[in-house]
Nanobody
């Protein structure tokens, strides 16, 4: 069974940083395009970033460009989301999602229904 697990969320002050991790058991993340999404209370799920399976190319929502960095360590079977200069608006449950296939992230990578596999989410709260 394909299962993704997020970790690294928590409470952080505005301007702080967090690094989220997305790992998997029983299958290899290297063959998945991995997206990070977030959902704040009362809002739709929003695509934050995506990393390709083939060449590691990365994609970001305009709201996080230059602030967040997605990366992958295939040896550790883990994808990371480094989040810097966090703002209260970044408060949300963050999810990683897997789109099985070899290639770059799809042009509409921020669309949730492209992804077949999801983690349970990790809460990120940015507050003083």
């Amino acid at each position: 069974q394909v299962q993704l697990v997020e970790s690294g969320g928590g409470l952080v002050q505005p301007g702080g940083s967090l690094r989220l991790s997305c790992s998997a058991s029983a299958f290899t993340l290297a063959y998945f395009r991995i997206g990070w999404f977030r959902q704040a209370p009362g809002k739709e799920r929003e695509g934050v970033s995506c990393i390709s399976s083939s060449d590691g190319s990365t994609y970001y929502a305009d709201s996080v460009k230059g602030l967040f960095t997605i990366s992958r360590d295939n040896a550790k079977n883990t994808v990371y989301l480094q989040m810097n200069s966090l703002k209260p608006d970044d408060t949300a449950v963050y999810y990683c999602a897997g789109d099985h296939g070899w290639g770059r992230c799809r042009p509409n990578w921020g669309t949730a229904n492209l992804y077949d596999y999801w983690g349970q989410g990790t809460q990120v709260t940015v507050s003083s």
